[in-house]
């Protein structure tokens, strides 16, 4: 019963739950149902996984109506894969979510806030599961529509006008996606991604499916904060609360680059990548965004800023990948898609936990706090190597297998480029712990505590992720390369 | 040439309005402003997949006797999810400028930018 309605489970449970926790009592109820649904979606999503990995695709009827009339949930290696990502980053930041946003949230607002959220989780699922065009669309909204809203609960007014500024950004995004589809569809006729992929070989000629597409791909570049399209991204990611940063870094621009993917390699035949500019321009922008972001980071005094510019950066790597439209290229860049979830995730954890203790995260505020809350100093420490891409570490691996992918290509230049953005990680990550460590306290910072273990204990859970899957890489790589079979990316 | 430009006025429509909606949302400073442009812009779209789905001698989608020929009434269908999700933005995008406004003062993005970095 419940294996049959997996896919459909995965988007119903959270979407039925999120106005129920809205009408809940004040206190910690709402964050209760909150955190006992994310952790049955990704219990669900695991199933999921598995289930795929082992049995292949699942095809799921919305209400029994066949596909291509219906809407059909297709689930195969790699959006399994990406839910089970998004699912299990929300359980884990669920734990930390309840200190965090009781510092952060206003207490009225705390059941409207997990609601938010769990609209947002909805929306992020269902673009993974869902395998009808328009609904992505509708999907991608409903996460949008939500997200904006939660990072306006930011404690600064900034908070404010950085959603704005994401909801202009973001719904022109969402605009264009949506002329593209339509364009594709009045000469296909079908919103169905698997029918796309039988009609879209007889037209692919015509004019109206490259204008269609090109529509689609600054539409997704917008949400998925590819340079230079990624402006609402440092404002919105500093001035969100915590939490909500923890997971849209994590998730967000995430499900943005799955369905890139899926629309570049899936929808469209193999090898219009390659015959049309689109991967020399994925793989300039990505080149261009891995310097640019990074050397932003580096002059960043607000550390969670510094972070969102990183984050820039790393989708660099990621579009990099995606860019070389070959297989080794591919799998880099869903194991990189996997593995900055986990490192960012920790990050921005640990920077959430100094947050909680001392109310801002600026460089001069947090100085020689390492050895106050040396738990969560050495989750930085351990994060940053993981960005750096330090051998044993889940970051190496990512950036090992872009490398490969790069020298396949021979393209010595983006190895280079590759090996410098590592560069300036060490250099902006340096910053932040030189002001943690080497810097002596501040009069008001030595009376400064450990953070209490439930934030503790979800960043741990991450960092120790970080270290796992840098050493035993069987589960990420063996996934990255299922679902880059599934693509049908001839090898290179 | 007359038959590019007059048989496909619907594409021109959509078009000229796309474009006022994208240039108000780009050069006005108002935040109300820009949002009205965020909705023209959204209303080229939606006229342009309804305006397509238009089939030449086609009756209007409801079945009736002797007739044999529909428009496709499923653009209809995917632009009203459209315009729900239009509202929403907008329903948001206003009251994020209502907040601005309690906590600014001010709905116009340079003074905004001028008192956050006064501080």
Redesign the interface.
């Known amino acids: 019963m419940i294996q049959a309605h997996l896919s459909l489970l995965l988007v119903v449970i959270p979407l039925a739950a999120a106005p129920v926790v809205a009408i809940l009592p004040r206190g910690r109820l709402p964050w209760a149902v909150a955190l006992i649904v994310t952790s049955v979606c990704a219990v669900l999503a695991g199933m999921q996984l598995w289930a795929v990995v082992h049995d292949g695709v699942i095809s799921y009827e919305l209400g029994g109506w066949a596909p291509p009339w219906g809407i059909e949930y297709r689930i195969d290696a790699v959006n399994a894969f990406i839910a089970l990502v998004i699912a299990g980053i929300a359980a884990i930041t669920m734990p930390y979510a309840l200190l965090s946003a009781e510092k952060e949230i206003p207490e009225h607002q705390i059941p409207l806030f997990y609601s938010a959220f769990l609209l947002c989780f909805t929306g992020l699922l269902g673009i993974t599961q869902t395998g009808d065009i328009?609904n992505v669309?509708?999907f991608l909204?409903i996460s949008s529509?939500s997200s904006?809203?939660l990072i306006?609960l930011g404690r600064k007014?900034?908070a404010?006008?950085s959603?704005?500024q994401y909801?202009?950004m973001g719904?022109?995004g969402?605009?264009f996606f949506?002329?593209g589809v339509?364009l594709i569809?009045?000469q296909t006729g079908t919103l169905n991604m698997a029918d796309l992929t039988a009609r879209i070989p007889e037209v692919l000629a015509l004019k109206t499916i490259h204008t269609g597409f090109a529509f689609i791909l600054i539409g997704i570049a917008l949400k998925l904060a590819l340079f230079p399209l990624h402006l609402w991204l440092p404002n919105a990611y500093t001035y969100a609360p915590t939490v909500i940063t923890v997971f849209l870094a994590a998730t967000a621009t995430k499900v943005a680059v799955y369905i890139m993917i899926r629309i570049l390699f899936s929808v469209f035949p193999d090898g219009f990548v390659t015959a049309t500019p689109t991967g020399d321009l994925f793989i300039i922008l990505g080149l261009a965004g891995i310097i640019i972001a990074s050397v932003y980071a580096t002059y960043q005094v607000d550390v969670k800023r510094l972070l969102a510019y990183s984050s820039v950066a790393q989708i660099g790597y990621i579009a990099l990948g995606i860019g070389f439209a070959s297989a080794s290229g591919l799998t880099a860049s869903l194991i990189h898609v996997f593995n900055h979830a986990l490192m960012k995730g920790a990050l921005f954890m640990a920077v959430g936990s100094i947050i909680y203790r001392i109310g801002a995260c600026r460089m001069d505020n947090i100085q020689g706090l390492g050895r106050q809350m040396p738990w969560t100093f050495a989750a930085i420490v351990v994060g940053s190597l993981s960005l750096i891409g330090v051998p044993g570490t889940a970051g190496f691996i990512s950036k090992w297998y872009l490398v490969l992918a790069a020298l396949n290509q021979q393209a010595w230049i983006a190895v280079v480029i590759i090996l410098i953005g590592s560069l300036l990680a060490v250099v902006y990550m340096g910053k932040v712990i030189e002001a943690l460590y080497f810097k002596p306290a501040t009069e008001k910072n030595l009376s400064v505590k450990e953070a209490p273990m439930l934030l503790l204990a979800p960043t741990w859970v991450l960092v120790v992720a970080n270290i796992y899957f840098g050493l035993n890489t069987e589960l990420t790589v063996g996934i990255a390369g299922q679902a880059v079979q599934v693509l049908g990316v001839v090898a290179k | 040439m007359m038959e590019l430009i007059v048989g496909h006025y619907n594409y021109w429509i959509a078009i000229f309005l796309m474009m006022v909606g994208f240039y108000t949302v780009i050069s006005r400073g108002n935040l109300v402003k820009k949002i009205i442009g965020l909705n023209i812009f959204q209303v080229s779209v939606f006229l342009l997949y309804i305006s397509m789905s238009t089939v030449t001698g086609g009756a209007a989608p409801i079945i009736t006797e002797g007739v044999a020929l529909y428009s496709n009434p499923l653009p209809h269908v995917l632009i009203l999810t459209a315009i729900v999700v239009g509202v929403a933005t907008t329903a948001l995008g206003l009251a994020l400028v209502v907040r601005i406004k309690e906590s600014y003062g001010t709905i116009e993005e340079d003074e905004i930018h001028e008192r956050d970095h006064s501080l």
Do not use: D, N, P
């Open positions: 328009f669309f509708v909204e529509l904006y809203a306006s007014r900034q404010l006008t959603a704005y909801l202009i719904t022109l969402a605009t949506l002329i339509g569809y009045s």
